[in-house]
């Protein structure tokens, strides 16, 4: 265990990332991934047609709103989204009942 911590210590100094064992990722971390993700997927979505400036500004900043937005626009039922958003409020429970 001692070791895995020193490893991620080590791995978060190197990206420049300040690190606290007990505190775990900083928040900027999880939203920097969204936002890259969001992203690169509507970057597929334009080249098949589908991308407009909504889209790509909704990817970056307001995820589960992307989500259901190209939901709408693909016709598919917004599974993803609901369960971007479920996985979020685990998140915070879990998160909620470590620190307490």
């Known amino acids: 265990m001692s070791a895995s911590n020193q490893d991620a210590a080590a791995r ?3 990206f420049g990332i300040p690190y606290h064992a007990s505190r775990g990722l900083p928040f900027q971390v999880p939203v920097v991934i969204n ?4 992203w ?6 334009k080249q098949a047609g589908y991308g407009s400036r909504l889209t790509r500004v909704t990817a ?4 589960p709103v ?3 937005l190209r939901a709408k626009r693909l016709k598919q039922r ?7 958003i479920l996985s ?6 879990i998160y909620a009942s ?3």
């Open 12 to 14: 978060a100094i190197a």
């Open 78 to 84: 917004p599974y993803y989204a609901v369960a971007w």
């Open 88 to 93: 979020i409020i685990v998140g915070f429970l």
């Open 66 to 68: 992307y989500l259901f």
């Open 40 to 45: 690169l997927d509507d970057r597929r979505l």
């Open 35 to 38: 936002a890259l993700l969001g």
């Open 98 to 100: 470590v620190e307490s």
């Open 60 to 63: 970056v900043l307001i995820t």
